[in-house]
C-alpha cells in the first residue's frame, strides 16, 4: 500500500503543529475532524491487509466501521469518566471525544472480504484480497 507522494513544504507545518497537539502526523485531514486519533498499525500478507487499531476504553458496539466510494471509514467516540463530589484531576493526559480514520483501499481488497473483530481494547479489521485473475494460456494448434 506504499506510494510516491510529492513533497510539499507547507505538509511540515501541518505535521509539525499536529504533531504539537499530541496527534499522529499521517492523518492531518483527520486530526482536523477529531478531538483525537487512535494509533494504527497496517501490515498485508498474500491473502489480506491488516489494520490494527488501539481503542481502549472504548465499548466496541459503539464504534461505527463503513465502506464507501472505496474509502474504508471508523468513527466513534470516548466519554471522559465521571469523577464523583470532591476529586481533583491532577493530570489529564488521555484523550477523549469523537474520532474518525480513514483508509482509500487498495484496488485489490474485496469489500465483500472485509471482516472486524475486537479483542483488547485492539480493533483488527481484515481486508480481503480480490484473486488475481491469471491470463489463461490458449495452444495453438499448427497445421
Known amino acids: 500500500m506504499s506510494s510516491v507522494t510529492r513533497w510539499n513544504p507547507f505538509r511540515e507545518f501541518d505535521d509539525l503543529f499536529v504533531n504539537l497537539a499530541g496527534l ?3 492523518d492531518t485531514r483527520a486530526a482536523a475532524r477529531s478531538e483525537w486519533l487512535p494509533p494504527v ?7 489480506a491487509y491488516l489494520i490494527e487499531m488501539e481503542l481502549p476504553a472504548i ?3 459503539d464504534i461505527n466501521v463503513q465502506v464507501k466510494d472505496g474509502v474504508l471509514t ?17 493530570r489529564l493526559e488521555r484523550r477523549y471525544g469523537s474520532f474518525s480514520r480513514s483508509f482509500r483501499l487498495p484496488e485489490d481488497v474485496q ?3 472485509i471482516s472486524a473483530k475486537a479483542k ?9 484480497k480480490r484473486e488475481e485473475v491469471t491470463p489463461q494460456r490458449i495452444e495453438v494448434e499448427v497445421h
Open 24 to 26: 499522529p502526523t499521517n
Open 41 to 47: 498499525d497496517i501490515s498485508e500478507s498474500a491473502e
Open 59 to 61: 465499548d466496541m458496539k
Open 74 to 90: 471508523v468513527n466513534g467516540e470516548r466519554n471522559r469518566t465521571v469523577q464523583g463530589e470532591g476529586v481533583t484531576r491532577h
Open 111 to 113: 469489500v465483500e472480504g
Open 120 to 128: 483488547n481494547g485492539v480493533l483488527a479489521l481484515t481486508l480481503a
